[in-house]
C-alpha cells in the first residue's frame, strides 16, 4: 500500500477534523515575532496518546514558515537564519537543564547531512553539510581545553542507502563510537502533504530522525533512544508524495460530487460509500509505484541553494556566535 | 490552466480512442529486431490534418522501448546505443536524400544539450554533452581535408532561462551564425504521461524542439524552420507532469464512480456531467501551481547518468562508428 | 617554449628592475581605503610603448589586495564587494563618458562565466554565473521600459574548447549578434607569478580577455576590438604555472650561487652565464609538458566558494545596488 | 620542511642508484601480457631493512603502466580493468591462503573512496564509488544466505578532514565496527615524482593507506595493523608536488653547472657543496607553502571520470566477475 504521509507535525496536527481541534497529549502555540514576518508555530507531543494520534514520536516541533524564504533576499535569509539559531540555542539549554547534555564545558556537536547529493530536492542536508565550518581537526590539533565553552563541530554527510549499502544509522552509530560527540544535529529534506510549503517552511524538532522520514525515507532511526545522545533534527520539504497529491485532490472531488448530487437527492448514495468505501475507491485508483514517487517543483535547485545557506548560518549562529541576550522565546 | 501533456508521439498515438486506431494523416509501424529485446515504434506524422490531431508536428518520431533500460547491464545498453546509432545514420541518410544535408563531404553536427544541470531529472542533455568526444577544435587545427568524410563534432550546453536570461533558441541561433554547422542533435529530458515509460523510452525525431516540449517546457522552437538546418532530437522521459497523473487517476474514478452508479441507476447524473463538465470539474481541484510540477523517481540520478552513457555512444556510434553494413529499417 | 606569463598587470609591472621603477607610457598609483584593510593598485598602460614593455594591451587594470580574502569571514567579503561594484561602476561611468556606452537607458550586460566547471581551479567563472540573478527573461516578458534606467542581466557559461570543439570567442560573439547586449562582464580563473597571489588578489580591467590569458588558455580575444562592444574583465588568480615557479627559484638560486662564487672569485665564469645563457640553461632543464602544467593549493575548493560568492555580489552591487553616493576613486 | 615524496613504489625503486639496482629486503619483477601493451611490476618489500630503504612498509606493490590510459578508448580501458580485476583476485587468494581472510563463504567488502569530491585531481576515490554498485543492502533485505560465495559490497566516500573535522580512519573504524567486514578497498589519488605518470599508472598494493601518502595526505593509517582487517589499496597518479618538480629540476641543474664548471677547471668549489650543501641551499630556496602545493595537468578532470570507470569496473570485476580460469600472474 503506498503511503500518505507527510514529515511536518504542523500539517499532521491541521489534518485533524476541526482543524486546529484539541488533540489530547499534544500542545499547539503560534506567535510571530514583532518585526518579523516569520510565523512560528510548536507543536507539542505531550504523551503516548498524543504520539499514537499524530503518528509521530513525543517532543516538541517547531515551524518557521516564511513566503518570502522563495524568494532570493539575503536580508530575509540572515533573519530566519537568527530565529534559527536562536530557536535552536533553546534546545540545546532545555536539553542541558534536562541533563540529556552535560551543563558545562565545551559541547562537541556533530552535524549530519542526510539525503542524496546527487539528487536535486534530496541534497538539502549535504548542501548544508558544505557550507558547515567544522573545527573539530582544528581542536584537536591544539589541544581541548577543558574550560573552554567553544562547541567543537564535526561532520559527516553519510550518503544513502543505495549508494553505501550501509543504512545511514549503521554508520552514524560507527561514528559516535569513535568520536563521542555530545550532540547530533541532523538536517534533512522533507516531504510535506501541501505544496505550498515547499521550500517556505523550515521544522526543527528534538525527536530525531524516524524510520520513513525524508525524502529518502530513512529506515533506521537517528534518535537519543537509538544513539543514546540526543538528536535535533532540522528539515525543509522539497517534496510532496505524488500518493498525497493524489489523494487530496480526489477527497476534494468526491467532496465537491458529494455536494452536487446531495443538491440533486443523491447523496444517500456517497454516503454509504464514505469514509472507508471511499478510501478503498482511491486506494484501488493509484497503481503501486505511487509510493515511491514524488512532486517537486522545477526551480528546486534555486531553493535547495538558498536554504542550505540560511540553515548553515542559522546552525553557526547557535554554536558560534553572540552571546544569547535577545533570544525570545515568544513567550 | 495547467497543461496535460506527453512529449511521446506514441503516447499521444495510444490516447486515441481504441487505443491503435486510424488517424487520418499519421501512420504507425511497429516492429523488433529478432535477437532483441528493443521494442521500435515508428510515428509519422504525414500532414497538417494528423499535426493537428496530434498537436505535434509533421515529421518522424521512432520509438525505443525497452523496459531492462531501468536496469544496469552494460551489454544491455550497448544494444541500445548501437540501435540508436542505426536509426540516427538512417535518418542522416534521408536528409541527404532530400538534400536537406549535403550528399557528400564532412558533416557538421553540433550537439545540443538541453535542459538544467542542477536538477537531476532536466539533466539528461548536459549529461550526455559532458560524455561526447568533440572534435571541431581539432579539425580546425589542423584543417579540413574536405575530401574526408569525417564528421565534424561541436557541442553546447546552453543552459536553461532563468541561468542565462535567454532563450535557448537564441543561444543556438547565435552559435549557428558564427560556426555553420550542417545539422543539430539535440538531446533533451522529455515528460511522459504513463510512469512505466520513465527512463525506459528513447524517443528520437527529426521535428526538432518544440515550444513547451521537454522538462524544462523550452519556449521557442529548434526547428528546420526557426534555425534554416536539420535538428534532430533525441530525448527520454525522467518525468510525468502532476497534472497528469491526477488526471488520470480522477478520469479513471469518475469511470469507476459512473459503473457504480449505473448499476444502481444512478448514471443519468453522470451523464450529464461527462465529457466537458467532467473535464471542468477536474480543472477546478487542480490548484494552478499544478502546472510546473513534476512527478519523479528517487532514483532519476541513477537513470540519467545510465541512460547519458547510452546516448553518448549511440551519437559516436552514428557519427564516427563503422560502416552502416548492418543497418536494418524494420523494414 | 614554455611560457612563464602573469595575467595581474601588477606583477608584470613588479617584476621590472627596480621593482616600481618607471616604465614609460604605463602609469601606476596604490591607495588603501581609511577603513580599510584592502589594498588598491591601478595600473594604466598608456600606450603602444607601455604596452609592448607590459605585454598587455592598453588599458586601465585595478587590484584589490586583502590577505584576509583567504579566510571565511562574511563582512570582509561583503567589503570586497562593494569595493568591487564602486570600481565596476566607475568604469562603467568612464565607458559613458567616452561615449563606448550609451549616456543613459537601461543597460544590457551579458556576463560571461569563463573557465571549466569540472577543474576546480578553473570554475571561479562558472561558478560566478552560478550566483547572478539573471533578469533579461523578466524584462522581456514584461517589456522594455526604455526611460527605466533599471540594469538588464543575461549571462552564458560558454564551456572550454575542449568540451565544446568551439572557441569561447566564436560562441560570445554569436550570442552578441542574436541579443545585442550593450557591455560584457567577462569573469575569469588567473594565473598569477607568485604563490601569495592565490584567492587573495582580484584584478578588474577594461581591456577585455586577452588570447593565451586566464587558467585555461583562451586562444582568441573577447575585446572591444574583437566583438564591437566594451568587456570588462574580472578574474583572480588560482593557479600559477608550474614552469614559473620553477623559474624562480632556479633564478634565485643561480643568483645565490653567483654571489657564493663572487666572494670567492669565481664570479667572472657566472657573470659570462649571464643574462642569455642564464636563460637558456633554465630552458634547457624545463620539460617541454610544463607549459600546461599548473600549481595549485589544496583547498582551492574553499576559495573559489568563498570568492565567486564575493565577485557575484560585487557585479550584483555595481548593476542593482543602491545610488553612487560613496564611491571613493582614491583620488 | 617541505616534503618531496612519491607514492609510487615503483618510483622509489627507481630513485635509487644505478637505476634498478639491488636493494637488500625488496625484489623487483616485470612483465607483459603477450596480446597487451600494458607493463607490470611487481616491488615486494621484504623485511624492515627494504621497508626503511624504500620508505614504505612490507608488502606488494603491483603497477600497471599504460600510455594509453590517457586516451579515450573503451576496448583499452576494458583491457586494464580486467588486468585490474586479475590482481585484485590474486592478492584476495594470497590473503585467503594466509588466513587472514576466511576461505569459503560471502565475503563482505567495504570499498572506501579517499578523497576530496570538490577539487577534481583529489576526486579519483568518490568517482569511483559513485560507479560501484554496492549490494550489502538487497543482501541484508533478503538474508545471507552462507553457503552462497557471492560478494556482498558496502561502500563509503568519508570526506576529508577539513570537511568533517574528524580522520577518515576515525570514520572507517567506527563503520567496521557497526558493520564488521572482511576486506576494505581503498581507492584514493596519489602524488607521483614523473609527470608522465599522471593519470597513466595503476597501483594496486596490499599495505593499505600509510599516513602522508595520497594527494589529499592521509594524517592515520588504514592497514591491516590499525583496523584488524586487510585493507587493498588501488591508487592512480594525479598529481606531483610542487617540491618536487622544483627540486629535481635545480638537482640537474646543479649537475649541469658542475659539469659546465668542471671543464673549466671551477668544480673544485661546487664538489665541496656536494651533496648535503647542495640540499641545504635548495631548501633554502623553497617557500615553505611549496609543501602542500601540486602540480597538475589542465584535462585532469577527463583523466578522473575515465580512470573512476576503469577502475570500478575492475572491482566489479574482481567480486562479481567470472570465474578466474585465465588469471595470469606472470609468472
Not at 514520536?57 to 532570493?72: H, N, S
Not at 581545553?145 to 567553544?150: F, H, P, Y
Request: include cysteine; charge should be negative; hydrophobic fraction near 35%.
Amino acid at each position: 500500500m503506498f503511503e500518505i504521509r507527510t514529515d511536518l507535525a504542523v500539517e499532521e496536527k491541521e489534518s485533524y477534523p476541526g482543524n486546529g481541534g484539541e488533540i489530547a497529549g499534544v500542545s499547539l502555540r503560534e506567535w510571530r515575532k514583532a518585526s518579523s514576518s516569520i510565523k512560528l508555530t510548536e507543536v507539542v507531543i505531550q504523551d503516548a496518546a498524543g504520539a499514537k494520534a499524530m503518528g509521530k514520536p513525543e517532543g516538541t516541533y517547531i515551524t518557521m514558515e516564511a513566503r518570502k524564504l522563495g524568494y532570493q533576499d539575503e536580508d530575509y535569509h540572515k533573519e530566519v537564519a537568527q530565529e534559527l539559531a536562536c530557536q535552536l540555542k533553546r534546545m540545546v539549554r532545555d536539553l542541558k537543564k534536562t541533563h540529556a547534555l552535560p551543563a558545562s564545558g565545551p559541547l562537541h556537536v556533530l552535524a549530519v547531512g542526510l539525503g542524496n547529493s546527487s539528487v536535486t530536492p534530496d541534497a538539502l542536508g549535504p548542501s548544508v553539510l558544505g557550507n558547515l565550518r567544522v573545527n573539530r581537526n582544528l581542536r584537536t590539533a591544539r589541544g581541548l581545553a577543558e574550560e573552554e565553552e567553544e562547541t567543537v563541530l564535526s561532520g559527516i554527510i553519510p550518503g544513502v542507502l543505495a549508494q553505501t549499502g550501509m543504512e545511514t544509522a549503521e554508520i552514524v552509530s560507527g561514528i559516535l563510537h569513535e568520536t563521542s560527540p555530545d550532540l547530533i544535529v541532523a538536517v534533512d529534506a522533507l516531504a510535506a502533504r501541501s505544496i505550498r510549503r515547499l521550500g517556505t517552511t523550515i521544522q526543527l524538532t528534538n525527536t530525531g530522525i524516524q524510520p520513513g522520514s525524508g525524502v529518502g525515507n530513512h529506515r533506521h532511526s537517528l534518535t537519543y533512544r537509538s544513539l543514546g545522545i540526543p538528536v535535533l533534527a532540522i528539515g525543509v520539504p522539497t517534496v510532496v508524495g505524488a500518493a498525497a497529491i493524489v489523494h487530496d485532490t480526489i477527497s476534494s472531488m468526491i467532496g465537491t460530487l458529494w455536494s452536487h448530487m446531495e443538491t440533486k437527492g443523491m447523496g444517500d448514495y456517497l454516503d454509504q460509500l464514505e469514509p472507508d468505501d471511499q478510501y478503498q475507491l482511491i486506494c484501488e485508483l493509484l497503481e503501486p509505484e505511487f509510493g515511491s514517487l514524488y512532486v517537486t517543483p522545477p526551480d528546486i535547485d534555486q531553493t535547495v541553494k538558498r536554504l542550505s545557506f540560511t540553515i548553515s548560518e542559522g546552525i553557526h549562529g547557535a554554536f558560534f556566535g553572540e552571546p544569547e541576550e535577545k533570544e525570545g522565546t515568544g513567550a
